[in-house]
Every structure is written in C-alpha cells, then in structure tokens.
C-alpha cells in the first residue's frame, strides 16, 4: 500500500510559478516510478510529466515542456513539480501517481496508487 499526499497547489497568475509536492509513504519510494497528471473540469485526465526512479531520466508532455520540471529526493519520499511560466490553460486539479515501472509511463491507468490532488488555478 501506498499513501500520496500533494500540496502546493493555488491561485496564481498568468506568468507565474507554483511548486507542487507530493509526499510518499508506504511502498519504498525509490522503487516507483512517479508521475504527475492533470484533469480540468469535464476533461478526461492527462499526463503532465514522469520521473524514473533514481531521478535520472524525465519525460513530459508537449504541452509543459519547458516550463515545468519534475523532480525528486528519495531521502525525503517527495517528488515534485515546479512549474513555470504558467498559463489559464494550466488550470486543473493536479495528482501525483506511481508505479512500479523501469520504462516511461504516461498512460494514467497503469498507475497503482494515487493522490487526493491538488487545485491549481492560473488567473489571466
């Protein structure tokens, strides 16, 4: 079992950054694969970006490439997810996923466990 818990999120306006965390517990941390995703009101949920497990390797999706940066501290079990120069369309409840994969996910249903999420609102 594993328990994530994000925090972070708010009201920001456009241009503006936020930093999301999410804190893990549970299975160990340096095992999983982690992901961040997104969902905007009557949108299905999309995936935003993922880590490996070690930190090494990243991938993000078109949309965020460039401004947002997802990294990790398996010493802390927290992953997160700067993200910069933001947008309306950046507006979204955000969750943090993981999994227990080598290779890049971005498909949400093959991550096991997953967040409450977290409000992000980006303000034109």
């Known amino acids: 079992q594993v328990q994530l818990v994000e925090s972070g999120g708010g009201l920001v306006q456009a241009g503006g950054s936020l930093r999301l965390s999410c804190a893990a517990s549970?299975?160990?941390?340096?095992?999983?694969?982690m992901g961040w995703f997104r969902q905007a009101p009557g949108k299905e949920r999309e995936f935003v970006a993922t880590?490996?497990?070690?930190?090494?390797?990243?991938y993000y999706a078109d949309s965020v490439k460039g401004r947002f940066t997802i990294s990790r501290d398996n010493a802390k079990n927290t992953v997160y997810l700067q993200m910069n120069s933001l947008k309306p369309e950046d507006t979204a409840v955000y969750y943090c996923?993981?999994?227990?994969?080598?290779?890049?996910?971005?498909?949400?249903?093959?991550?096991?466990?997953w967040g409450q999420g977290t409000q992000v609102t980006v303000s034109s």
């Open positions: 996923a993981s999994v227990v994969s080598v290779g890049v996910v971005t498909t949400a249903s093959r991550y096991d466990y």
């Open positions: 549970g299975r160990t941390f340096s095992s999983s694969r």
């Open positions: 880590i490996s497990r070690s930190g090494g390797s990243t």
